[in-house]
């Protein structure tokens, strides 16, 4: 299945590539040549958070998506995206609190994470889905960017961003991987479970994306407030799409659940707290 919307995007970055990066294309990716893929990756982050950005990845020992020890070069890249739009505001309140009250309009100020105002590839401090690895940026989950707030009544919550951009899913059952792992049987105990946020009838109906990674998403931030971490009570998660992505946002990829668009689907599955 071809995205026509990711089409659309591929052919408009080849068309800006070298007048806005002065790059020739044609980097590598997945181990093929490409017009879409910068020869020199790094330029493909904001020249203003380009070394923080990096030095922030390399401290922190988290893998770039497809590329692991530098940022892709990919035009079309989700993460590249996210950090260009969130990793500025990493140090700077002001904009990050204004940013917060306009997602969750209780809130007083934006509070430091671990050593800024938004965090990336964040797995929580323990592993608390049971997932063979707990590694940031590769394999565990993740969330592509997080922040805290604090409303007037001292509440925190925890903001979970997960960023799409040209992504689409085809009805597709993720319950086996390629390798013969049972899925299911990794995050049944927490779905079982009386008070998890999430309610269907039947378990691996959930295990289409986008909504297998929405679960287990959903899995750990509910994990990390009854952990107590950064002291937050609950959690509020956001999938950033474009509005023109509409092969993303307007399909149902599981049929067991029901719904006209993923919105509506993945909110049908959510237990009213």
Not at 70 to 99: K, M, V, W, Y
Request: include cysteine.
């Amino acid at each position: 299945m071809i995205s026509e919307y990711r089409e659309k995007e591929r052919i408009k970055a080849v068309k800006i590539r070298d007048d806005f990066f002065k790059d020739p294309g044609d980097g590598a990716f997945l181990g093929k040549k490409r017009d879409f893929v910068l020869s020199r990756p790094t330029i493909n982050l904001w020249a203003a958070i380009r070394e923080d950005a990096i030095d922030y990845f390399k401290k922190n020992q988290i893998e770039w998506w497809k590329s692991k020890d530098e940022p892709t070069g990919h035009l079309l890249s989700s993460q590249i995206a996210c950090l260009n739009h969130l990793f500025f505001i990493r140090h700077r309140q002001d904009i990050a609190t204004e940013i917060l009250k306009n997602i969750l309009p209780s809130t007083k100020t934006a509070c430091i994470i671990d050593d800024g105002f938004v965090e990336f590839e964040i797995i929580g401090q323990k592993n608390y889905l049971n997932e063979k690895s707990h590694k940031r940026g590769i394999i565990s989950t993740s969330i592509d960017a997080m922040m805290l707030a604090e409303d007037t009544n001292n509440k925190r919550t925890l903001i979970f961003i997960e960023w799409k951009y040209t992504e689409f899913y085809e009805e597709k059952s993720l319950a086996k991987s390629k390798k013969g792992t049972n899925r299911v049987e990794i995050y049944k105990p927490l779905l079982d479970q009386k008070d998890c946020p999430i309610k269907v009838d039947d378990i691996t109906s959930l295990f289409y994306d986008p909504y297998e990674q929405l679960m287990r998403q959903t899995l750990l931030a509910w994990s990390m407030c009854k952990a107590k971490e950064y002291n937050a009570q609950d959690w509020l998660h956001l999938h950033v799409i474009p509005k023109e992505n509409t092969e993303l946002r307007n399909r149902n990829t599981s049929p067991k659940l029901f719904g006209k668009n993923m919105s509506e689907v993945w909110k049908s599955v959510l237990v009213k707290l």
